[in-house]
């Protein structure tokens, strides 16, 4: 049994969890950015149909979006450096910290080539064949059609994914990172008072994820505002290249007209 209830203790532990908000963040922030390159490399072959690697791809995609991620936790943490034992390469000394951020980086990579897959397939495949109608070659055509698209498409995916991130890094203390909820329950050890530290907990959590949501939605809107006058100015020089292009047809059947 706990501590009788103190409310004044909640403002208290809110207070001394805010110096840990850092590791958290260093955790998402990392494994997103290992996500991102992982994720784009699991979604090529799926996107490009690559015999061989697209069956890989699925099975990552499968395994790592089918499994818990504490059973992930503790496969790469205990598995990894026996695997790396019969290289002769030893990471036993390595901080928990570089196989916690491998781990979320390899789960969120599932997810981030589901939603790149998504994203680049939503973009609507007459406005790719009318870029290369205009002279476009494949780079013009993601860049200034595909890839405004794409990522428009692609932030509320993403930001769902970074809030989830955040609240999975939860897990982390289990192997002994002291992130957020490694001290709340190490605050609630010292005096018994475990629901005072896990609600400042809940509370942190919850304002950092308002937070990152009100983010990500400004910056759809924003996106989605750029995307538009893309698309708009794309358009206009697609009529302003028809009208020139049917101006010099005028122009050679004239000149055709007065040879005859």
Known sequence: MGAEFNFGLIFDYFLKLLPFIKISLIIVGSSILVGLGVGLLVALPRMYKVPIFQRLSQVYVSFFRGTPILIQLFLIYYGVPEILKLLNVDVSRFDVLYFVILTYGLHSAAFISEGIRASVSAVDRGQIEAAYSVGMNGYEAFKRIIAPQAFAIWIPI?????????????????????ELTGQSQTLGLLNRHFIESYLALALVYFILSVFLEKGFILLERRFIKYEKTSVEKSGNAFKIRNLFGKLNRDVIVVKEGTRL
Do not use: E
Request: hydrophobic letters at 50%; aromatic letters at 4%.
């Open 158 to 178: 993403l930001g769902n994914l970074i809030i989830g991130t955040l609240k999975d890094t939860s897990l982390a203390f289990t192997l002994g990172v002291m």
